[in-house]
């Protein structure tokens, strides 16, 4: 038994059909999500929208998609998983070409929000089935490779969209936004991979009640990680709009997020999360600190605070994830992973809205001081966060 598990662990993870199934759906519907983030409204705007009118058609999206995030456990438990990830697919692309029609916001509003039920089956039922197709010991790397298949669609396809926006080729980026679909020949592969393991639709009333308290400590110090990243995202091309340093510092922050989320998983599968949570949230805190020091100061610093910070950022996402999972187990994995999700997407919103209040009192320096500070608050938070995480 011990040399049939020894192999296992050593076979390469990527050489599983669920995992590469999982895979591939997950970066057709992040590229569709991605092309279309920043593209929308300045399609709106291009068209002669009210800018500040023209970011209701993101606000929509998300909104539908954490109000719809938290039905997602009761739909897949009523429908099964297979019917609701097709569906989640085929909402999310299926109506992306209408955005051709018209860039009127009587449009692309419900059109969005159509998309945004899609995004949500797309973000829950993607992270159940990242933890439930990998054995428990390994769980961490195949976050990871998930993690990568969500930021390579990120760091490509968002000026990708816009590029097709600005340039006035709308058209392809409808189509091309229509990428989901493709994934339905995937769906199969990985319903058939789940009932193995232990379906999510197993779990009563009562396991998803304990889901959620057993979510509630990682998704509360992920709510505060991305809170402060939705602040560097939005407000720092507004701050430091000289030259190309905004570009640069957020594509910075975009590759080693993406690395440390790939690469988190693996050393947390071998070290635990005692000490690597609480790490990586001091790793965000001392990057967003960086950030806030040298707003006013060489472009350097802010290139460092920001690369910092990715680093941070990202191990984040992969480790409180981690952490949800080894607390509540396989049975209420669904309501969990719906828990963490809205947690990821609030925490986004909220990012995106209320630091600017306070930096147009303060400015944004100071706005990072406090949200660096937020962090390092929660540090206690992350290193409760991880009790009952351990393997037996």
Do not use: K
């Not at 600005?166 to 409808?174: I, P």
């Not at 998803?208 to 057993?214: E, G, H, N, S, W």
């Amino acid at each position: 038994m011990g040399a049939v598990t020894g192999a296992a662990v050593r076979e390469p993870l990527w050489r599983s059909p669920a995992l590469r199934a999982l895979v591939g759906a997950t970066a057709l519907g992040f590229a569709s999500y991605c092309l279309t983030l920043a593209s929308l409204p300045a399609y709106a705007v291009a068209g002669g929208g009210d800018p500040t009118a023209a970011g209701a058609v993101t606000t929509v999206f998300l909104l539908v998609t954490i109000a719809v995030q938290m039905a997602v456990p009761a739909l897949t438990a009523r429908f099964g998983l297979g019917r609701v990830l097709a569906a989640g697919l085929l909402a999310l692309g299926g109506p992306a070409p209408l955005y051709a029609l018209s860039d009127s916001l009587t449009l692309l509003l419900p059109v969005s929000a159509v998309r945004g039920v899609g995004f949500a089956v797309l973000t829950v039922l993607g992270s159940t089935l990242a933890a439930l197709v990998a054995p428990p010991e390994r769980r961490g790397e195949s976050f990871g490779l998930y993690g990568l298949a969500i930021a390579v669609p990120n760091l490509v396809a968002v000026p990708a969209g816009v590029a097709l926006v600005l340039s006035g080729h709308t058209g392809w980026l409808a189509w091309l936004a229509a990428t989901p679909v493709l994934a339905l020949p995937l769906v199969p592969r990985l319903t058939r991979a789940v009932p193995a393991r232990g379906g999510p639709a197993a779990a009563d009333r009562a396991d998803r009640r304990r889901a959620v308290a057993a979510a509630l400590l990682p998704s509360a110090v992920l709510f505060v990680v991305t809170l402060a990243g939705g602040a560097v995202v939005t407000f720092l091309p507004i701050e430091r709009p000289d030259g190309a340093l905004a570009t640069v510092a957020l594509l910075l922050l975009g590759v080693t997020a993406a690395g440390s989320r790939w690469r988190a998983g693996v050393l947390a599968d071998r070290m635990g999360l005692r000490l690597l949570l609480p790490l990586t949230v001091l790793v965000s805190a001392a990057g967003l600190g960086l950030l806030a020091g040298g707003l006013r100061g060489p472009a350097v610093v802010v290139g460092a605070g920001a690369a910092l910070f990715g680093l941070g950022y990202g191990a984040a996402q992969n480790l409180t994830l981690l952490a949800t999972f080894r607390r509540v187990g396989d049975v209420g994995a669904t309501t969990a992973s719906a828990f963490w999700n809205a947690g990821f997407d609030a925490g986004t919103g909220v990012g995106a809205l209320l630091p600017g209040l306070l930096a147009a009192a303060a400015g944004l320096p100071w706005t990072y001081a406090v949200l660096t500070a937020c962090l390092l608050a929660v540090v206690p938070l992350a290193r409760a966060a991880t009790r009952g995480t351990a393997l037996s």
